[in-house]
Protein backbone atom coordinates (compact mmCIF):
# COMPACT_ATOMS: atom_id res chain seq x y z
CA UNK A 1 0.00 0.00 0.00
CA UNK A 2 1.47 3.58 -1.08
CA UNK A 3 2.37 5.28 1.88
CA UNK A 4 2.16 2.50 4.73
CA UNK A 5 4.79 2.50 7.20
CA UNK A 6 6.86 -0.08 7.24
CA UNK A 7 6.02 -3.02 9.72
CA UNK A 8 9.22 -5.20 10.39
CA UNK A 9 7.55 -6.96 13.47
CA UNK A 10 5.68 -8.61 10.73
CA UNK A 11 9.05 -10.29 9.49
CA UNK A 12 8.65 -12.25 12.22
CA UNK A 13 7.43 -15.69 12.50
CA UNK A 14 4.19 -16.34 13.61
CA UNK A 15 3.33 -12.31 14.11
CA UNK A 16 -0.19 -11.78 14.60
CA UNK A 17 -2.24 -9.91 12.39
CA UNK A 18 -3.88 -6.39 12.84
CA UNK A 19 -7.22 -6.67 14.78
CA UNK A 20 -5.76 -9.46 17.09
CA UNK A 21 -6.82 -8.91 20.45
CA UNK A 22 -4.53 -8.87 23.42
CA UNK A 23 -5.98 -7.53 26.62
CA UNK A 24 -8.24 -5.00 28.45
CA UNK A 25 -6.87 -1.69 29.06
CA UNK A 26 -7.57 -2.30 32.43
CA UNK A 27 -5.24 -5.35 32.59
CA UNK A 28 -2.16 -2.77 31.49
CA UNK A 29 -0.83 -0.84 35.07
CA UNK A 30 0.11 2.50 34.47
CA UNK A 31 3.64 2.81 34.00
CA UNK A 32 3.51 -1.13 33.40
CA UNK A 33 4.06 -3.83 30.99
CA UNK A 34 2.67 -7.11 30.16
CA UNK A 35 3.56 -9.78 27.97
CA UNK A 36 1.84 -12.24 25.35
CA UNK A 37 3.10 -15.22 23.58
CA UNK A 38 1.85 -16.33 20.45
CA UNK A 39 2.44 -19.48 18.88
CA UNK A 40 5.15 -22.22 20.11
CA UNK A 41 7.78 -23.67 18.12
CA UNK A 42 9.53 -22.04 15.25
CA UNK A 43 6.16 -19.70 15.13
CA UNK A 44 6.36 -18.58 18.80
CA UNK A 45 5.69 -15.03 18.75
CA UNK A 46 6.96 -13.16 22.06
CA UNK A 47 5.71 -9.51 22.61
CA UNK A 48 5.26 -7.01 25.11
CA UNK A 49 2.63 -3.55 25.47
CA UNK A 50 3.99 -1.36 27.94
CA UNK A 51 1.65 1.42 29.42
CA UNK A 52 2.28 5.35 30.42
CA UNK A 53 -0.91 6.62 31.24
CA UNK A 54 -2.72 7.83 28.33
CA UNK A 55 -0.19 6.00 25.93
CA UNK A 56 1.14 2.68 24.61
CA UNK A 57 4.11 1.10 23.10
CA UNK A 58 4.41 -2.54 21.74
CA UNK A 59 7.56 -4.32 21.21
CA UNK A 60 8.43 -7.58 20.19
CA UNK A 61 9.83 -9.27 23.03
CA UNK A 62 13.86 -9.92 21.47
CA UNK A 63 16.38 -8.11 22.35
CA UNK A 64 18.81 -6.81 19.39
CA UNK A 65 21.95 -7.43 21.22
CA UNK A 66 21.64 -11.18 21.99
CA UNK A 67 17.91 -12.11 21.09
CA UNK A 68 17.21 -13.30 24.28
CA UNK A 69 13.63 -12.05 25.93
CA UNK A 70 13.78 -8.81 27.63
CA UNK A 71 12.13 -9.59 31.14
CA UNK A 72 13.71 -12.10 33.37
CA UNK A 73 10.60 -12.51 35.30
CA UNK A 74 7.14 -12.00 33.44
CA UNK A 75 5.86 -8.83 32.80
CA UNK A 76 9.20 -7.11 34.20
CA UNK A 77 10.02 -4.98 31.58
CA UNK A 78 11.45 -1.47 33.63
CA UNK A 79 14.14 -0.48 35.46
CA UNK A 80 13.87 -0.01 39.20
CA UNK A 81 13.12 3.79 38.19
CA UNK A 82 10.68 2.92 35.66
CA UNK A 83 12.51 5.37 33.56
CA UNK A 84 13.30 3.02 30.89
CA UNK A 85 12.71 -0.90 29.70
CA UNK A 86 15.57 -3.28 30.98
CA UNK A 87 16.97 -6.22 29.39
CA UNK A 88 17.11 -8.56 32.19
CA UNK A 89 20.23 -10.25 30.37
CA UNK A 90 22.90 -8.02 29.68
CA UNK A 91 21.48 -5.01 31.71
CA UNK A 92 20.44 -2.89 28.05
CA UNK A 93 18.18 -0.09 28.77
CA UNK A 94 15.52 1.27 26.28
CA UNK A 95 13.46 4.21 25.34
CA UNK A 96 10.32 3.55 26.26
CA UNK A 97 8.96 5.69 23.68
CA UNK A 98 11.28 4.53 20.71
CA UNK A 99 12.77 1.61 21.71
CA UNK A 100 15.88 3.27 20.98
CA UNK A 101 18.38 1.56 23.44
CA UNK A 102 20.41 3.98 25.29
CA UNK A 103 22.84 2.37 27.24
CA UNK A 104 24.40 -1.43 27.26
CA UNK A 105 25.82 -3.56 24.61
CA UNK A 106 23.44 -2.61 22.01
CA UNK A 107 23.62 1.19 22.67
CA UNK A 108 22.18 2.42 19.50
CA UNK A 109 20.50 -0.58 18.11
CA UNK A 110 16.30 -0.51 18.84
CA UNK A 111 13.73 -2.77 19.55
CA UNK A 112 10.96 -3.55 16.87
CA UNK A 113 7.72 -1.83 17.22
CA UNK A 114 4.24 -3.00 16.82
CA UNK A 115 1.21 -0.73 16.63
CA UNK A 116 -1.36 -1.13 19.15
CA UNK A 117 -4.29 0.77 19.54
CA UNK A 118 -7.40 0.62 21.72
CA UNK A 119 -11.11 0.10 20.64
CA UNK A 120 -14.01 -0.31 22.96
CA UNK A 121 -11.62 -0.35 25.77
CA UNK A 122 -9.57 -3.59 24.13
CA UNK A 123 -6.25 -3.29 23.13
CA UNK A 124 -5.39 -4.25 19.88
CA UNK A 125 -2.42 -4.98 17.50
CA UNK A 126 -3.47 -2.07 14.75
CA UNK A 127 -2.27 -0.89 11.85
CA UNK A 128 -0.85 2.22 13.14
CA UNK A 129 -0.07 3.91 16.65
CA UNK A 130 -3.39 5.70 17.50
CA UNK A 131 -3.45 5.12 20.95
S1 LIG B 1 20.66 -9.81 25.40
FE1 LIG B 1 19.84 -7.90 26.00
S2 LIG B 1 21.55 -6.77 26.66
FE2 LIG B 1 22.37 -8.66 26.04
Request: hydrophobic share 35%.
Amino acid sequence: MPGAPDMPYLRYPGAPPAGTQLCHLDELPDTGAKGFLFGGDVNRFDMFVVRQGDRLYAYVNDCPHAHTPLDYMPDRFFNLEKSHLLCGTHGALFRVQDGHCVAGPCKGRRLTPIPVHVAEGMVRIGKFNVS
